[in-house]
């Protein structure tokens, strides 16, 4: 007789989830947009920075008179960086009419992406997710909108040849990486570029939960002595490999963190900034305070009579947040003066995506030209170095062998 | 439920064994599952049927762990990466080999089933916390094995996308038609199970569960036993995968990692350990709670929401209210939901004369 308790179960849940649906989204000219967040998994530290951009960018476009006429509605669920949370609350922001998702999380993207195909609703993944969605032909639906782990990999070798004094021939090149599917993503890019430009790559893995990388430093530092680290690390393993380096003795000068190990409380976390001297970050958005909308925000906080939140002073996850809603609202942009500011679909909102040009949020964005092939928008990077008491900007936006990239996109599965 | 017995008048063994011993409760549960099967579908959203469908994966996983740690009292915690194993041999057989649907579900049992079985073979000299640290080597060589070796998890990104399931020519899409499919299977798998419960082997399992010395005593090869309950949690385990994996269009080892054991492990003793319905009810418990306290938070936080940023602090409550309820619920029934269940029933039973 179990089945009478599930039956009860089932109807509580139904019950639920049309009150849910029936909520207060029935205003008029709205525009829906479905988030997903981790505030509570293996990734909080990023997704409580990040998420709360998300928000204060759409408060920010809501008060200066929404898109077009229409006010931005953003539901943020908290998908703990599990699956199945993630599949439950798509669908439920299906339900609520989102006309994008954004995405968050490699495994995440990876389920949900044939869901976004199926159902045409466009959603983004910057900075994770797999490197191959960024072939619009093939998924049409998901948008790196950043560069993805493949375009790092060529930017990073790019300006290791450039520092290197532009030949790697016989020079050693160390790839410190995490060791799960998203830290292996970039070796085909690197084995490739190792076969063109002729260098010695070696990697070293560094095993999930990533808190142990004294071993893996020492044999970088002692034995293989690279003349560049290439590093590509997640959650606590940046700090802890930061650390162990410099431990080893290993100048920090010559290292380069991918965009998940490039953060202030990475740097934090390792020592402050004085422990980590010289050491070289990858961007996929801009870094520090110095954009108008961060400060057109702290204005709009200022008006309410409140003090900026603290998460803006984690500039480099915030500028993130803010890049991946600023594009959102752009795409929607687009689709409103494209099919004349009706009510835009999940398939309008596609093509807004596919229009963006020319968008830079006064350079925190990079130059993207997201096409109807190229889903990235071209895999543009900046580094900034860590100098003084601060992130430096290093390089103006940039990136590296990309007729490879672009190759390795179109071929892969 | 709302139904006694007159007396008891069985006369046969069959009639003594019988499931539902009353006709009222065969038809209430032929009437049940016919609510189950045709009328949730048609009514229910499709975000319910979303949530529906996880819970009936979940059934799956569940009954099968219950089958050895309920059962036979051997612990695991492997089940994520068991069900890794079926997930990518399904997985494997359809993309490389275009086998059929109604091959790849056997196969990814059976792979997983010997996969187990090998794991369990400690299980003869090591015991409790033991054989529990030797599952979690396992857990943690099948995710190694899968991340490293490209052959099987279909490149360096070890993801291997799966086309949808294919039945009498008939491709599964919809939330609705999966639903019916997972349905279909969690009741085939519910049914075994209790039907291996009251076999043979499976009072050999409940034998070699309390006393292991004196099942052997009477006769019962305690080896063969362990094994036997270890090859069948998995082949369940690995069915488990293989229909995940259907569902969610890929096959992805981030999907299977300790947690997910752990979270089965949550289930079947919040369900009730030993109890099939117990699998089911915790099954349902684990994968709604997080959902419930998701949805009567936010419904509270809107209450409060004017000028305070709540949308940080919500996640946090609910983890806590997670931890709570369970807690609570363990407290009120140790012996799990599927006592809390029979209580109720049994009061009913003489309700209003309970005296």
Redesign the interface.
């Known amino acids: ?7 009860v ?2 109807g ?3 019950a ?3 009150r ?2 029936g909520t207060a989204y029935a205003q008029q000219k709205q525009i829906v947009i479905g988030e997903q967040c981790d ?2 998994g293996p990734t909080q530290l990023v997704g ?1 920075v990040l ?2 951009a998300i ?1 204060h960018y759409k408060d920010l476009i809501n008060k200066q008179g929404g898109v077009e006429g229409y006010q931005i509605v953003i539901n ?3 998908n ?1 960086y ?4 993630a ?2 609350e798509y ?2 922001e ?2 609520q009419g989102s006309v994008s998702i954004m995405l968050y999380g ?2 995440q993207t ?2 949900l992406a ?2 976004l195909d ?1 159902d045409k609703i466009p959603g983004t993944c910057p900075g994770f997710g ?1 490197a191959s969605a960024a072939n619009g032909a093939r998924m049409p639906y998901v948008f790196p909108i950043a560069a993805t782990y493949w375009s790092q990999a060529a930017a990073a070798i790019q300006y290791v040849k450039q520092r290197l004094g532009g030949d790697l021939h016989g020079k050693k090149i160390g790839y410190l990486f995490y ?3 998203a830290g ?2 970039p ?2 890019v690197l084995q490739k570029l190792q076969a063109m430009e002729g260098f010695d790559l070696r990697t070293f893995a560094v095993p999930p939960p990533g808190i142990e990388v004294s071993a893996q430093a020492l044999d970088i530092s002692q034995r293989y002595r690279p003349d560049f680290v290439v590093m590509h690390v997640f959650g606590r393993a940046p700090s802890v490999a930061l650390k162990a380096l410099r431990g080893a003795g290993y100048s920090l000068d010559k290292v380069l963190g991918f965009v998940w190990a490039s953060a202030e409380a990475d740097i934090e976390a390792a020592g402050g900034y004085g422990a980590v001297q010289g050491y070289h970050t990858m961007q996929f958005a801009g870094v520090g305070d110095d954009y108008p909308v961060r400060q057109q925000i702290k204005a709009m906080f200022k008006a309410n009579g409140q003090s900026p ?1 603290a998460a803006m002073d984690s500039t480099v996850y915030y500028n993130r947040g803010l890049l991946d809603a600023a594009l959102h609202i752009e795409a929607i942009r687009q689709a409103l003066l494209k099919n004349g500011g009706q009510q835009p679909t999940g398939s309008d909102v596609q093509q807004g995506f596919q229009a963006i040009r020319n968008f830079d949020l006064g350079g925190l964005v990079p130059p993207l030209e997201i096409t109807d092939t190229d889903h990235e928008g071209g895999g543009w990077v900046q580094l900034y170095q860590v100098k003084g008491n601060a992130l430096v900007k290093e390089t103006p936006w940039f990136r590296g062998y990309r007729d490879v990239v672009i190759k390795m996109i179109e071929t892969a ?1 | 439920m709302f139904y006694r017995e007159a007396g008891v008048f069985k006369t046969s063994y069959a009639a003594d064994m019988a499931l539902y011993p009353l006709p009222v409760s065969r038809w209430g549960m032929g009437v049940a599952l016919a609510l189950l099967a045709v009328i949730v579908p048609l009514v229910a959203s499709a975000y319910v049927l979303t949530i529906l469908n996880l819970i009936l994966v979940a059934v799956v996983g569940a009954i099968g762990l219950n089958i050895l740690t309920g059962c036979t009292g051997q612990i695991s915690i492997g089940q994520g990466a068991f069900m890794a194993v079926g997930a990518y041999t399904a997985a494997n057989l359809i993309v490389r080999l275009h086998a059929p649907f109604w091959i790849t579900l056997p196969a990814a049992g059976a792979m997983t089933a010997l996969v187990g079985t090998i794991v369990g073979i400690p299980s003869l000299r090591i015991k409790g916390l033991y054989l529990t640290i030797a599952t979690l080597a396992a857990q943690f060589i099948i995710e190694w094995l899968i991340n490293h070796v490209t052959w099987i998890s279909g490149g360096i990104q070890a993801t291997i996308q799966m086309p949808p399931p294919v039945i009498f020519g008939y491709q599964i899409h919809t939330q609705a038609e999966f639903y019916v499919f997972l349905l279909a299977f969690a009741v085939l798998a519910t049914v075994a199970a209790k039907n291996l419960i009251r076999s043979r082997w499976g009072r050999a399992f409940i034998a070699v569960r309390d006393q292991d010395i004196a099942a052997e005593l009477i006769g019962i090869n305690i080896f063969h036993t362990k094994l036997i309950s270890f090859a069948i949690s998995s082949f369940y385990a690995g069915v488990a995968g293989a229909l995940y994996s259907y569902y969610l269009g890929i096959a992805n080892y981030e999907q299977f990692q300790i947690d997910v054991s752990i979270d089965y492990l949550a289930m079947i003793i919040i369900g009730g350990l030993g109890s099939i319905t117990g699998s089911i009810l915790g099954a349902a418990f684990i994968t709604l709670l997080p959902v419930v306290t998701r949805r009567v938070l936010e419904a509270v936080g809107g209450m409060f929401s004017a000028g305070i940023d709540v949308s940080g602090m919500l996640p946090e409550l609910r983890l806590i209210l997670f931890g709570t309820l369970i807690i609570v619920f363990l407290m009120a029934e140790p012996e799990g939901l599927d006592r809390l269940w029979r209580n109720v029933r049994n009061y009913f039973r003489t309700w209003p004369f309970s005296y």
Do not use: Y
Request: aromatic letters at 2%; a negative charge.
């Open positions: 007789m179990f089945t009478t308790r599930r039956t179960m089932a509580a849940a139904a639920t989830g049309l849910l649906i505030r509570t409580n998420c709360p928000m943020e669920s908290d703990q599990q699956v199945p949370p599949i439950e669908q439920r299906k339900e490699t495994p990876e389920a044939p869901r199926a797999p060791d799960n599917p292996h993503e070796m085909p939140p599965a």
